[in-house]
């Protein structure tokens, strides 16, 4: 068992005690088990699995990242959604505005449009869990 | 003397004001709560934050540069004001003010730009010499700031640092809430970044850490967040520090009023008492007389 502790600005959004926790790393996606080495990782945004007694819960969240220690997993993002409150019009639309602009800068530095693809993997992932539901 | 009908008219209208005073003191008194709850909220990201970046900071090398960290000139300043969008808060927008024009005349060999965060600081500065170059209004009427509005204006004042050499530091000045009757303005240097030290607890228990990416890598990334969290922990302490002050303020000002009614009921019904006095020596005397 390991404790997860999803936390953003806002607020405080999941403390439990969990089996597993996979989550997506600016490397891939990794998944942390109990007993795991110290780690500190980036995180980019994209959906976060964790188990909980053989039941797999999803969540989509920002970037941010993810730091483990203790046997506890902080995951500080700016934004962390189950399934159910994503608002799929809105992922939509901002997933069309983030492809309009990587396509009128497409020739800029790949650093410039660093923002923007990063709300775009947010829209997709979004509307992917909202779809999968 | 003021006659009867007339004591009574002011009597009402001081009522009036005090039921007004009354229902402020009681609307402050429930977004107070909300703001202080939003406050304890986000401490814990921001404790985090500061763990890492601490631990972070002992991992990456000393000649590490990014534009938020390296020093600058000295001679042009760009201001951060946070005050409230409303008045009728005591004196509450009054002070954070006075803090950032004494801090504006310290700094009058400087060149300072301004950008206003709430109604209030932006009226006050419009009006004299100081350039406002970017205002944010109405973000925080109920009682609450939101993450993105604080990463809006993070973002735009770390395009213009990073973009515009001609900003060398930027400073927040906000209201530091410390208890529903204290708070104190207080001007804090946004960027460059003060050096992140790292406690001596902090480097020992993260020492062992694994980094996915390179430490440097994280931590530059981990910067900007470190702006964004700042400026909502501003807005946060200012909303709370505006209802807090606007609680005692409408608190005393319905004491007040109450102490005029009774002052003013007291005369009143001198006045009255005097009245029937002169109306039963009249009849006293017009029946003496036939």
Redesign the interface.
């Known amino acids: 068992m390991l404790r997860l502790e999803i936390v953003t600005p806002e607020k405080k959004v999941l403390d439990a005690e969990v089996d597993s926790v996979t989550v997506p790393t600016a490397s891939g996606e990794a998944g942390l088990l109990a007993n795991h080495a110290p780690v500190v990782s980036a995180m980019k945004p994209g959906i976060l699995t964790y188990a909980v007694k053989g039941s797999v819960e999803k969540m989509v969240v920002a970037g941010g990242f993810v730091e483990m220690n203790n046997n506890k997993v902080s995951v500080l993002t700016d934004s962390a959604e189950t399934a159910a409150e994503i608002d799929t019009e809105a992922a939509k639309a901002a997933r069309e505005s983030a492809e309009k602009e990587l396509a009128a800068n497409a020739s800029s530095a790949i650093e410039l449009t660093d923002v923007t693809r990063e709300q775009l993997e947010a829209a997709n992932a979004r509307i992917q869990l909202a779809a999968g539901k | 003397m003021a006659s009867l009908l007339d004591m009574r008219r002011r009597i009402k209208s001081v009522k009036n004001t005090q039921q007004i005073t009354k229902a402020m003191k009681m609307v402050a008194a429930a977004k107070l709560k909300r703001a202080q709850d ?1 406050v304890t ?2 401490r ?3 404790k ?2 500061t763990e ?1 970046l601490s ?2 900071s002992s991992n990456v090398a000393d000649e590490f540069s990014h534009p938020l960290l390296d020093a600058r000139g000295d001679g042009n300043y760009l201001v951060v004001l946070v005050t409230a969008d409303k008045g009728l808060a005591g004196g509450f927008n009054a002070n954070v003010i006075k803090a950032s024009q004494a801090f504006i005349k310290e700094n009058s060999d400087k060149s300072i730009d301004m950008v206003a965060v709430g109604r209030k600081g932006r009226d006050f500065f419009k009006r004299r010499q100081t350039t406002i170059s970017e205002e944010y209004l109405g973000l925080t009427g109920r009682g609450t700031a ?2 993105s509005d ?2 809006d204006i993070s973002a735009e004042i770390i395009k213009r640092f990073s973009e515009d050499e001609s900003i060398d530091k930027v400073f927040l000045v906000f209201t530091e809430f410390k208890t529903v009757l204290s708070q104190k303005p207080v001007i804090e240097q946004l960027l460059p970044i003060p050096k992140i030290e790292a406690s001596e607890e902090d480097a020992a ?2 020492a ?6 390179p430490a440097a ?2 931590f530059g ?2 910067l900007p ?1 470190q702006v ?2 700042q400026i ?1 922990r501003a807005m946060l302490e200012s909303v709370a520090s505006e209802q807090g002050s606007r609680m005692t303020a409408m608190d005393s000002a319905s004491k007040n009023a109450g102490e005029l009614i009774d002052s003013l009921t007291l005369n009143m019904n001198r006045i009255r008492q005097a009245a029937i006095t002169k109306e039963i020596i009249e009849v006293v005397s017009g029946a003496a007389a036939l």
């Open positions: 939003r909220a986000a814990p990201y921001a985090k934050m890492v631990a972070l939101n993450y604080a990463a228990a993260t062992e850490y694994i980094y996915e990416q890598e994280i990334k981990l967040k964004e969290t909502y």
